[in-house]
């Protein structure tokens, strides 16, 4: 099992498509850090001439005495909030909060366990293990290992395009802490988007067990990780609904993992407790499924 995992490992970080995610977020977040110097520099402009800002002292009279009063504009703090560059946990590990990483690693996964097969290594490495029950779990593991390198390699780019627009914006860095009880209901939330990750991995591996094929995988991985899969569920649950009066009161996206995970933690769509339980239900059938196609089909 070790050289198995081991083997796959090496291919994985030799694979050229593993390296694909890092530069889309390089792209993507020097986009985003380009349009927002480019606000500011505008901010700065014409656009904000003649705007008062801050605490005005005044005299008023109040029966015949004059006393002093403060008014405090809510402009000043308004722009002094958006002339800072706000980092936060959530800003860090966005992108295992909605389809992001799970989109690159469902398209990767499949060109990896693909290139196994074209290049017939897939039979002297079933050839090789005492058990295929190795196979599916060893590109399970690739795919958690895929997952965390792509949240870690994101965290770091994004600390560090939040720096680069704060050098070349001359705003100030601010980390947003957390509400009081929000970290708790956040890391609760980040574990059952690891679940959901995980669920999703072992979705995918089955599929290429019981396909081998990269055109069909691709295709699939697409549809699961973007969403289009529940949505055809949905409705294939309202036409039931509507021709056949069935499942009136049956709430689909309850049951949908992708559809909680993206929603966010403090969304009434959100049920952290019975995405565990399905999280998990999936993740032991479709790991068992993955397990018995590979023991019982021809390797080709």
């Known amino acids: 099992m070790i050289r198995v995992i081991k083997t796959d490992l090496f291919r994985l970080f030799k694979s050229k498509s593993f390296y694909v995610f890092p530069l889309f977020v390089i792209l993507f977040l020097f986009l985003q850090s380009v349009l927002s110097v480019s606000s500011v520099q505008s901010e700065n402009?014409?656009?904000?001439?003649?705007?008062n800002v801050g605490i005005y002292k005044a005299d008023q009279e109040n029966d015949g005495e004059r006393i002093n009063a403060e008014i405090k504009s809510d402009t000043g703090e308004a722009v002094k909030e958006e002339l800072n560059v706000k980092m936060s946990i959530p800003g860090f590990l966005g992108s295992l909060t909605d389809e992001l990483v799970l989109f690159f690693v469902g398209i990767i996964l499949v060109i990896f366990c693909t290139a196994e097969t074209r290049a017939?290594?897939?039979?002297?490495?079933?050839?090789?293990?005492?058990?295929r029950a190795y196979i599916p779990l060893s590109k399970v593991l690739v795919g958690i290992v895929m997952m965390i390198m792509y949240v870690i390699e994101y965290a770091v780019l994004y600390g560090l395009i939040q720096v680069l627009v704060s050098v070349f914006s001359g705003k100030s860095i601010e980390f947003v802490h957390f509400k009081q009880g929000e970290a708790g209901e956040f890391f609760s939330y980040l574990f059952v988007c690891v679940l959901i990750h995980i669920a999703m991995i072992v979705i995918i591996v089955m599929v290429h067990e019981l396909t081998y094929s990269r055109a069909l995988g691709i295709v699939f991985a697409f549809a699961l990780t973007s969403g289009l899969v529940e949505?055809?569920?949905?409705?294939?649950?309202?036409?039931l609904r509507h021709?056949?009066?069935i499942l009136?009161?049956?709430?689909?996206?309850?049951?949908?993992?992708?559809?909680?995970m993206c929603s966010g933690y403090d969304s009434e769509a959100y049920h952290g407790q019975l995405m565990v339980v399905m999280s998990v239900i999936y993740i032991a059938i479709f790991m068992f499924l993955a397990i018995f196609i590979s023991r019982k089909k021809e390797i080709r």
């Open 45 to 51: 402009g014409e656009d904000n001439e003649g705007v």
């Open 120 to 131: 017939g290594f897939i039979k002297n490495a079933a050839g090789a293990v005492p058990d």
């Open 231 to 239: 949505k055809f569920l949905e409705g294939g649950v309202y036409l």
């Open 243 to 245: 021709f056949f009066g």
């Open 248 to 260: 009136q009161n049956f709430d689909i996206a309850k049951y949908e993992l992708l559809t909680n």
